[in-house]
């Protein structure tokens, strides 16, 4: 049994690392924005708002033609670290961004997330991290900076 588990999470270990060494995550400050580079000038891309030292994570576009590859996960996970790093507050307005902290949260994000109101309620029930590979990849087509 234990024998198994092991090879699991290496799966999933590795398939995270390819995306990771596929996609690069990039910053732009001036624009608030985390994104990853595409084909045809595609970007799947991260928008946040920032308010002295409080970020609010806005919204994640990931284009159709790649959903389902990891690249919210990446541009999630870059766009916290970033926070964590820079020793910011975080405001998650984007529901993507809600349920993966919800499948993710630890101290360290604790301290920092402000808001909305209901991810800092008791009753806000944790995801199991093993739901962030099944969310969808959202799409915003009036926000998608790719237009």
Do not use: W
Not at 68 to 85: C, D, H, K, P, S
Not at 119 to 144: E, Y
Request: net charge positive; charged share 20%.
């Amino acid at each position: 049994m234990f024998g198994a588990v092991p090879s699991i999470l290496k799966h999933f270990t590795l398939n995270i690392i390819h995306i990771r060494s596929v996609y690069g995550v990039f910053h732009n400050p001036n624009r608030r924005i985390f994104y990853v580079k595409l084909n045809n000038n595609d970007r799947a891309v991260l928008l946040y708002k920032k308010d002295n030292n409080t970020l609010d994570m806005r919204s994640i576009n990931v284009p159709t033609e790649y959903q389902g590859r990891g690249l919210a996960r990446i541009l999630a996970e870059a766009a916290l670290t970033y926070a964590i790093v820079h020793d910011y507050r975080i405001i998650l307005t984007c529901k993507y961004m809600q349920n993966f902290y919800l499948a993710t949260k630890n101290r360290e994000l604790e301290e920092r997330v402000i808001g909305p109101s209901n991810l800092l309620s008791p009753s806000a029930k944790s995801l199991h991290p093993d739901t962030i590979d099944d969310l969808p990849d959202p799409q915003d087509p009036v926000n998608s900076p790719n237009k």
